[in-house]
């Protein structure tokens, strides 16, 4: 058993995809699905802080990170293929079968998706600022959801890539965050030369208008969650500039036994709450998973 994280490269559709693991590959199953505008990267220090317990693996998307960046022309950015890569990928690795899955963010609508696919691959669940509920859009969402959504054209796209520059890239790693001094610089700088290569604002701009369709399947996702219960643990920082407390609040109604940490944080919560969340996920799969199935002595 490694606790290093190790970086690999898989074919998937005739793409290169670029994940990161660590971990004992007989240890319980945790996949890491982060958000906009990071890769993998998010998660360089919460997996050698979970390898010694889980088999952890982080895939790029593609158009993030060192997963390949197709031309947008020629190759659909949605939130279903992007799923429909990360579940390629799961397959090819052998990464599959009852698993927790991490989801930040865009990983939500695809961690989502992939369950939906797969019913039997989740065991259980981490809910980090992924939102699936209205309420849980901040303002900053407003020039996506009430223009470009309803009418997308250079007009309405035009706002919006001010999302895709250096102020607002560092705002995401900054908002909410109650210690700067926690927050590496390396964060903005590598999504920043990330979002420099061509193509990459034409890619997030079609994420942009794509991510209705996530909106559209928010009530199936809560009847989901409502219907199957699954063993849900909760981290939302209430700073987040995407999501607000609301929307971490609104999973207890169809998750009432859901454990909620409420974070002095923002969106990547794991940049200085690290210490917070690895316990509590070691402790939630301890109690609340493994626990489950130990027998009752009598």
């Known amino acids: 058993m490694t606790t290093a994280t190790t970086f690999h490269t898989a074919q998937v559709q005739a793409l290169d995809v670029f994940y990161r693991q660590a971990g004992d590959p007989a ?87 992939i369950i939906s696919r797969h019913p039997a691959w989740l065991d259980w669940q981490v809910i980090q600022n992924a939102n ?24 309405t796209e035009v706002p919006l890539l001010g999302f895709l520059g250096p102020d607002v890239v560092k705002a995401v790693y900054t908002t909410g965050h109650r210690d700067l001094t926690r ?29 209705r369709t996530n909106a559209a399947l928010y009530p199936a996702w809560q009847t989901a969650l ?23 609040e609104a999973y207890l109604r169809d998750l009432p036994d859901a454990e909620l940490v409420r974070l002095d944080s923002g969106h990547f919560a794991v940049e200085d709450c690290l210490d917070e969340i690895s316990r509590g996920i070691r402790t939630f799969y301890d109690t609340r998973v493994a626990g489950a199935r130990q027998p009752v002595r009598a």
């Open 27 to 113: 240890a319980p199953k945790l996949l890491l699905l982060g958000g906009f505008p990071a890769s993998s990267h998010q998660f360089r220090n919460l997996i050698p802080a979970l390898a010694d317990r889980f088999h952890v693996l982080a895939p790029d998307y593609p158009g993030f990170g060192n997963t390949d960046m197709p031309d947008p022309a020629t190759w659909d950015y949605t939130f279903d293929h992007l799923a429909d890569i990360v579940e390629g990928l799961l397959v090819e690795v052998g990464f599959t079968g009852p698993m927790g899955i991490y989801m930040q963010d865009y990983g939500g609508p695809i961690g989502n998706r």
């Open 132 to 155: 699936t509920y209205e309420e849980g859009f901040t303002a900053t969402w407003d020039g996506i959801r009430h223009a470009l959504w309803v009418d997308r054209s250079p007009e």
């Open 183 to 211: 927050i590496s610089p390396d964060n903005w700088n590598t999504d920043l030369a990330f979002l420099a290569r061509p193509h990459a604002h034409r890619v997030q701009l079609d994420l942009f208008y794509d991510y």
């Open 226 to 248: 409502r219907e199957r219960q699954p063993l849900t643990l909760i981290f939302w920082g209430q700073g987040d500039i995407f999501f607000t407390p609301a929307g971490g």
